[in-house]
């Protein structure tokens, strides 16, 4: 593990949806650039300190060295050392799992395409949320044709965690709200991109253009700290996303709302353990869990019988069990996000960009036309 | 009145909020251009057949040569009458309730408005959802500073009752999906209309700029049927607006969200007796309309003790009462929707309709940059 | 109508209930024992002053001597009036309507039956939830054996009115807590009665034995302000229910659960535009007033489309239009409310007060017995 | 462990809840009467063949007798064997983790209790609904006074999965319907004594009397599986229970209302991250895991930020964590469930028993006479 010093957030998810399952052992780090608490974490941690290293190229090395070395490295940290760790982790013959936005920029992104491509190495992206039991059966649902044709996804995830300037001491925001580390799109880049990607999930079409609007709500902050854009999709949908850290009492509210000709589908991050499916001119039923019509590949996500909730670790848990099915007996995943999820990001990211710097005009996701024939 | 015969649905709703607090009395009306509709509405109604007229121009000329004429019109007709019967009835000296959106054009609005200002009479428009007590605390919790700030206002209006070929005989759709009769205009002009009153009625604050696309998602029809729009305020805010008609699953869901730096507000139409206050870091708290905050003049809208629902007809009924009260002790109404609105609702369509026109470039309001200073 | 002076609030209600379909008209009045109230009550309505009378007997003695006198009696006054009012109403040839609960005793209530029953006048009973139309689509759905054979009815009506010792000037609470005005029964009889009311009419069964505890949580209060009790229905349902009105936070919520072997249902009155179905092993379902599966009897009290909020007051004109449709063209209503529900209510007010007597001892409705054949 | 072969269901919730936190090994087991499953789980969690033993005396002597023994038994087996096991593990020096019911009898829970005084070893029971965050919160608010002085608990527990005669393969059913291994208690012991548990936990208060109709809804079984109950508590409060595991579209909803004189709250298990705070008079409040009022106590239990939602199994290790604290540090708990939730526990099923067979007859808790005191 690259990352998750005590004081981060998401390395200690990462760590508790891999115990969740008891597939996957933490055998050595780089838990900090500062070299106490690196140290101070891996024992915290169980880890012998002679696996805990100083960067990720001493790990890459010393591991490699080792009769059985750590198989998989995984990438908690701020976004700008995604790319060269998930790069160095690939070329060491590493399964990669990584944080998003998978790298700084579209370029980047490519890159680690290809070398994704040659490695034939696996990689994770930590679209958690994917994650969901419902959030995959909704995705059915579309691609069975519940819904018939699309017309509209309604995406959003807002928060109000940034509503302020942040103290000092709140290294959580620290680096988010630092373009050095965080890339050119705070907002868009930090929760946006889990909307869109999400939006592209469920609805299992790709967007081809977005008119953005990103906005810096904080005076003084460099990045945007809000985000609204009108999405088109390459089957024809159309669609709005709203991503917003400063929008007070909103705690982590990502929902999505999905249109088609014969019904409309709602999901919302907070209340996770129901999707409400509208057909046309009938009665809304709330789907749980125990829904008959459950697909094995999503009841494989269940731990518990309906009525008792599951949240987000265990959806994070998710992705760590898919990918144990998939190191093991090499059962390919339909859902499990990965580098295409990360390279569409990362185009979305550039095109909203382009956008908001054009005032708004409609821009094409680079490379995204391919997927419109 | 004018309209509102058997089949109709609007019209009924004024009748009924007409009666709720017995302060008006129908006297007179046009109810249709089916003679024989026309006549069976007013027999129903209890109108004596004298006062049954064939059209408005002669029911201006008799009412105004009657001792105790009507002295209000109500235009419930579908939208292309609304300009020609209001500025008759404003000429002929009657105060006019009218239905929205205005007029068919942005020209045909201001001329109105001219109309309205010189002759001193009362112009309602029938934006009921201003009449909801709750939405009024809104507006005064924004007024007041509860929010700071503005920072997004997030406004929808989403249904699905033409989200297929209505049947030819449904009287509401035809004229509705009939450009001759709806204007230019279809979702937008229909329902777009509300939400963007009541988007500028809650935050106090004019759109100054629109970037909208407009899309009609049935085959054949030649009337947008769903509205996706970017919005800019003139206080600062941004937006987001949509409006469905093909939206399967969902009855009326008008609902908004007001994002402000301190708190944000969330309302929804189909449970409007709960108004959403959510802090910056604290608890959300569900007001209701026992809430101690309320001002004198929202409580006056306000028929029974808190849990027991009220609705669309008391929302109705408030504008009825509000005019009365107007009419009755020049009591002046702080929030009762008037000529303004209807012109800031045509400049809205007119600039929604040419951004869409030219690929969603951001356009501004005609007339609203006025405001802006 | 008997009481309904300024102040009160359920005469209020009637009268809007009354206008909003526009088939009555109120003629007549005692609207207080005060007698400037009672004028100027009567004023404001519009009501001659000659029809103002001084008490009920002046007004039947007057009424019946005018060539278009009063045809029905509203009886909305104190509890303690009830029964001499509307046993004086049906002398004199009136149809009655009467608030609950019916009378003070179980006594007068069959002495009221009784008197019914020769006068062939209608007698409508103010249970107003029972004009909720997904209360009546419920009742619809338990009949047409949509849950199956019934187990389980669980019914409350909570409030919070009444959590202090009111202030004096308070009249809706004075006479409700006055033993000689409300009768030997506080909450239970002031909406434990309604519970009750509404637990039989959907269910369709008739409670035949309660186990109850009357709590006085108010030191220095009379009455019960808090019920409690156990139900067994002749139908082989068993239930709960609770009233409260001093429970903080609770403004009105009535509400019930129905559950059948096949499936359940819950509706909230204060949430009344939703009905939810619950079957076996299935996604719970929102039913709303555009269900297709309503019967014509239901849909005749809709007035507006779905999505478009009906509230208390239209519920409580249904009772009204129900009864306008019985007398105008003698259809007979299968859910009108009625003598038959009050006797019901004061046995089973009867039955609490005993078993709380007897330290919750199962006791039989006197009476009901009958219903068991 | 004792119990948890595969196919059962609590055993591996168990063992989840252990892995979160990392803070235990499951290193011993008898996972089934059934040899071969017994061996089978336990090779699949990756316990050496010799630690998985034929019962849990060859477990506790061959424990006994390795340098590093297991220190806990942790019995997730059907309720007969829940007595006899725990008995001998405090004999053979081991704490020990218990499934509720706790024994079949009160008398047998008497004597656990005095062999846990005697032991000095912890004993947890596992009333897991304890362990969320925001039901310690309820209980630290009421606690604290936030309430004022209780006036009513509502608590109900109500499920669908038992509705039908299951079929022969459920062996989560199928002992739980045999009095042999169920106790003489079936939806009473199963879920009636978690309602119970909740109640006095969040209240502060125990039950002193209660009066209880059990009943079987399907035809053939023996056990109740249907309980409703009304209760007196010890500090003056009054209360309603209700538990059902036949009652259809109800997965799992446990949830609780206490009612003070200043004050309301309310939580449900199947939205487990918000309690509502309703104050007299004022608008509802949605606590949630972010609340500011939290102690650090309930705040240790929380692994992620508000929005993030947690769930049953968080909730459960919260119980393992709690041990774990316990047993390293001897940080006294100030909620962990134990033996005297367990005692409470069986006293209550002993008196709803008997009251039950009394007719419903108020019926004291035999040794809860001194919590009067």
Chains 1, 2, 3, 4 share one sequence.
């Not at 990438?75 to 013959?93: D, K």
Request: charged residues 20%; glycine residues 10%; aromatic residues 6%.
């Amino acid at each position: 593990m690259i990352g998750g010093g005590q004081g981060a957030f998401i390395g200690g998810v990462h760590r508790m949806a891999m115990r969740l399952d008891d597939r996957f052992e933490l055998v050595a780090g780089v838990f900090s650039s500062d070299a106490e608490r690196n140290l101070s974490t891996a024992l915290e941690l169980g880890i012998e300190q002679a696996r805990c290293y100083a960067d990720h190229v001493a790990l890459l090395a010393a591991e490699a060295a080792r009769e059985e070395g750590a198989e998989i490295i995984v990438i908690v940290t701020p976004n700008h050392l995604h790319f060269p760790v998930a790069l160095a982790g690939l070329e060491a013959g590493l399964h990669v799992v990584c944080e998003k936005p998978m790298t700084l920029t579209q370029d980047e992104a490519e890159q680690l395409a290809r070398a994704v491509e040659e490695s034939k190495r696996c990689f994770l992206l930590a679209h958690n949320y994917a994650g969901y039991p419902l959030v995959q059966h909704a995705r059915e649902l579309v691609d069975r044709g519940a819904l018939g044709r699309l017309r509209h996804v309604q995406v959003e995830y807002v928060q109000e965690w940034l509503s302020e300037t942040p103290p000092d001491d709140n290294r959580q925001a620290a680096w988010r709200l630092d373009p050095a580390q965080a890339g050119a799109a705070g907002c868009l880049g930090d929760i946006g991109v889990h909307a869109f990607q999400l939006a592209q999930f469920i609805s299992g079409q790709r967007v081809s253009e977005v008119s953005a609007e990103l906005i810096t709500a904080i005076p003084g902050r460099v990045l945007d700290d809000n985000v609204q854009a009108l999405l088109r999709f390459n089957g024809g949908a159309r669609g709005m996303l709203w991503a917003s850290q400063t929008s007070p009492g909103f705690e982590n509210e990502l929902s999505i709302r999905v249109i088609g000709e014969k019904a409309s589908l709602q999901w919302a991050q907070e209340t996770p353990n129901e999707l409400w499916f509208k057909p046309l001119n009938g009665p809304s039923q709330r789907l749980t869990r125990r829904d008959d019509a459950l697909s094995d590949g999503v009841s494989r996500g269940i731990r518990l019988p309906g009525g008792h909730p599951e949240g987000y670790i265990e959806a994070f848990a998710n992705l760590y069990q898919a990918l144990a099915d998939k190191l093991s007996v090499d059962q390919p995943s339909a859902w499990l996000p990965g580098i295409d999820d990360g390279v569409d990001g990362m185009r979305f990211i550039a095109a909203a960009l382009d956008s908001n710097q054009k005032q708004g005009a409609w821009t094409a996701l680079v490379g995204a036309e391919d997927a419109n024939e």
